[in-house]
């Protein structure tokens, strides 16, 4: 009975999750932010691409919500756009480096012979700046979408790695996993079952981050003009178009850095929500 009434006393996760209101305030942004994106379509008031160059540079509320670009395109209608690629990017590195990093980290932490080596070559590639060898890859690559999600995928995938593989080293010494191998449980499963669905908290966190860490990675390289093509829009993008308006124009970066700043802070506070809620103990305490 008292184990029951235990279980009963122990917070959801979701309430859990929501139970600082800077993570609810957080979650509620972040959300509005991905539903102006997906509704961009019907939202836009104007064709992004559309030019009217006798209105270039108009300043916001003079025809134009958010005021119109060098080429007098719709400042409004191009940061909702470009929103779609900048938080495709961050979903496409978070999901790929989560993928790959589980895959090296488990192997790399259960197989005690290619520790040494995964390991090795997940310090190497932890120990370059993120943005040099992203520009480097981005480089070698070239600047489509596509390439820089695979870019910023193989600099992310490490820091899932080494969590996966300092979880997994603990884990495949506990009993219960010594446990399924002298029932002759095939190592697949063990790595599956016993594994990796204990360890999907600290994954689930990370890729959190990463989702944000990408975001300001693409706009990084897209500002540096080695990113995504200039053609098609991005956060990044536009403060690179911007930069040099800036004087007469700056709402032409404000903007768009305020889609990457309010996106990234949500996404922090989200995964801090996430990773308390996941906790246990500090679960209890909220």
Request: hydrophobic fraction near 55%; charged fraction near 15%.
């Amino acid at each position: 009975m008292a184990a029951a009434s235990a279980l009963a006393e122990e917070p959801g996760f979701t309430r859990a999750l929501l139970a600082r209101r800077s993570v609810l305030a957080a979650l509620c942004v972040f959300l509005l932010i991905l539903a102006a994106v997906l509704l961009a379509t019907w939202i836009a008031p104007a064709d992004p691409a559309a030019m009217a160059v006798r209105q270039r540079l108009s300043p916001p509320g003079t025809g134009y919500l958010l005021g119109s670009d060098p080429y007098g395109r719709d400042v409004f209608s191009r940061l909702l756009f470009a929103g779609r690629v900048s938080l495709t990017v961050g979903a496409g590195v978070a999901m790929i480096a989560s993928v790959g990093g589980i895959l090296i980290g488990l192997v790399a932490g259960y197989f005690p012979r290619l520790d040494a080596p995964a390991s090795r070559i997940i310090d190497a590639m932890m120990a370059f700046p993120d943005i040099l060898l992203a520009i480097a890859l981005v480089a070698i690559l070239g600047g489509s979408i596509a390439n820089v999600i695979i870019a910023l995928s193989i600099v992310y995938t490490p820091r899932i790695a080494r969590t996966v593989r300092a979880s997994t080293l603990v884990i495949r010494e506990l009993p219960y996993v010594e446990a399924a191998r002298a029932l002759g449980s095939s190592t697949p499963f063990i790595l599956i079952q016993h594994i990796l669905r204990n360890i999907l908290s600290p994954i689930i966190v990370q890729a959190t981050f990463i989702f944000a860490y990408a975001m300001l990675a693409e706009a990084g390289l897209s500002f540096l003009g080695v990113g995504i093509d200039p053609s098609t829009p991005s956060w990044g993008t536009m403060i690179n178009e911007g930069r040099q308006y800036v004087d007469q124009a700056p709402f032409l970066i404000f903007f768009p850095g305020i889609a990457i700043a309010a996106s990234v802070l949500c996404l922090q506070l989200i995964g801090d929500g996430l990773r308390d809620a996941l906790d246990p103990r500090i679960a209890r305490q909220l």
